[in-house]
């Protein structure tokens, strides 16, 4: 792929998309902080990181410990900011690294543009999904299907967001997710029929983060020559 002349493999508001498909919780995490780095100096342009992950309870900076003592699933501590949540097979996680420009530097502004994707993606379907005051997340009636917990180093940021299509709930049982009664935790599904695949969903969050952060994905790439001795193949 090409890199510019500032090192970058995109310019600034050009948005990366890396699909990884189904990735335990710790390589992903690890990448991210490569991807702060290297976004720091100047090395890469924006990444937006697409995957799900094996069940795992992440533990945001304002966790209370009781929240989590009955929980058997592995836990890990992690930089963001909110409280505990889970990962696992059926939902779609996100994780943005952005290097916000300064006319967008306010961590509550970054939160609701945030919710402000996945309430775009909902409307896709026909799904009127809200916001709750002084909560961060997204709702559908009463209940929440998508949690956002974020961490910002100097304007770059990361971490992300995780919506429910098609968890097992049950997993959230074993805690008080995101401080709050495991009941209100719903599935997309709940409300909507699904898509055979999560892509669509993933297509819809490039597409919104795109559209609320100002960005754009890169040119499709030309198709490479023919080979020696092979005859091009030309439409129509």
């Given at each position: 792929?090409?890199?510019?002349?500032?090192?970058?493999?995109?310019?600034?508001g050009?948005?990366?998309?890396?699909?990884?498909?189904?990735?335990?919780?710790?390589?992903?995490?690890?990448?991210?902080?490569?991807?702060?780095?290297?976004?720091?100096r100047?090395?890469?342009?924006?990444?937006?990181?697409?995957?799900?992950?094996?069940?795992v309870i992440?533990?945001?900076?304002?966790?209370?410990?009781?929240?989590?003592?009955?929980?058997?699933?592995?836990?890990?501590?992690?930089?963001?900011?909110?409280?505990?949540?889970?990962?696992?097979?059926?939902?779609?996680?996100?994780?943005?690294?952005?290097?916000?420009?300064?006319?967008?530097?306010?961590l509550?502004?970054?939160?609701?543009?945030?919710?402000?994707?996945?309430?775009?993606?909902?409307?896709?379907?026909?799904?009127?999904?809200?916001?709750?005051?002084?909560?961060t997340g997204?709702?559908?009636?009463?209940?929440?299907?998508?949690?956002?917990?974020?961490?910002?180093?100097r304007?770059?940021?990361?971490?992300g967001?995780?919506?429910?299509?098609?968890?097992d709930?049950?997993?959230?049982a074993q805690?008080?997710?995101?401080?709050?009664?495991?009941?209100?935790?719903?599935?997309?599904?709940?409300?909507?029929?699904?898509?055979?695949?999560?892509l669509?969903?993933?297509?819809?969050v490039?597409?919104h983060?795109?559209?609320?952060?100002?960005?754009?994905?890169p040119?499709?790439?030309?198709?490479?020559?023919?080979?020696?001795g092979?005859?091009?193949?030309?439409?129509g």
């Amino acid at each position: 792929m090409e890199t510019h002349e500032s090192g970058k493999r995109y310019p600034d508001g050009v948005l990366e998309v890396r699909r990884l498909q189904r990735t335990p919780f710790a390589e992903v995490h690890e990448l991210q902080r490569a991807l702060v780095e290297q976004r720091l100096r100047g090395e890469v342009g924006d990444v937006l990181l697409l995957v799900e992950h094996e069940p795992v309870i992440t533990l945001g900076r304002g966790t209370e410990r009781g929240d989590v003592a009955a929980a058997q699933l592995p836990i890990v501590e992690v930089e963001r900011g909110g409280e505990a949540t889970y990962h696992g097979p059926g939902q779609l996680v996100a994780y943005q690294i952005l290097l916000l420009p300064e006319d967008r530097r306010d961590l509550h502004r970054y939160l609701r543009d945030l919710e402000e994707v996945v309430l775009r993606v909902l409307a896709e379907f026909d799904v009127v999904g809200t916001r709750r005051p002084g909560l961060t997340g997204v709702w559908i009636g009463d209940r929440k299907v998508c949690s956002i917990g974020v961490s910002v180093r100097r304007w770059v940021t990361w971490h992300g967001l995780a919506l429910n299509l098609d968890v097992d709930l049950a997993h959230f049982a074993q805690f008080r997710p995101c401080g709050l009664d495991a009941a209100v935790m719903a599935n997309v599904r709940d409300f909507v029929e699904l898509p055979p695949t999560r892509l669509l969903y993933e297509v819809l969050v490039v597409k919104h983060l795109c559209e609320v952060f100002g960005l754009e994905l890169p040119p499709i790439p030309p198709p490479p020559p023919p080979a020696p001795g092979e005859l091009p193949i030309y439409p129509g």
